[in-house]
């Protein structure tokens, strides 16, 4: 079992960057598959990002490729979500998980899940 928490959320102006944090306690993330979704409100939460910790591969939705970057610590203990060029449909809880699964962005197919942090960009 692994437990998640995440950070970096805040208000930020539309055009801003922001880096989300997650981090594992006590363990490495090495073998699994750490995705991040957002829920934006009163929608259903939604795949983002997505990295396979041990071979460094990423997947992003269609939505945010080239403008989320996600990357773990050089300890494969935390992985971490670069966000840039914010829009306000950004606006979202956003949650990392970690799934043993080959199917990165299905969210029922992760079993751990962090507490969620929340991003509120202003226009």
């Known amino acids: 079992q692994v437990q998640l928490v995440e950070s970096g959320g805040e208000l930020v102006q539309a055009g801003g960057s922001l880096r989300l944090s997650c981090a594992a306690s006590g363990r490495t993330l090495s073998t699994y598959t750490m995705g991040w979704f957002r829920q934006p409100p009163g929608k259903e939460r939604e795949f983002e990002a997505a990295i396979r910790v041990f071979g460094g591969d990423t997947f992003y939705a269609d939505s945010v490729k080239g403008r989320v970057t996600m990357f773990t610590d050089s300890a494969k203990t935390a992985v971490y979500l670069q966000m840039n060029s914010l829009k306000p449909e950004d606006t979202a809880v956003y949650y990392c998980?970690?799934?043993?699964?080959?199917?990165?962005?299905?969210?029922?197919?992760?079993?751990?899940w962090g507490q969620g942090t929340q991003v509120t960009v202003s226009s």
């Open positions: 998980a970690a799934s043993v699964y080959a199917d990165y962005r299905a969210a029922h197919l992760y079993p751990y």
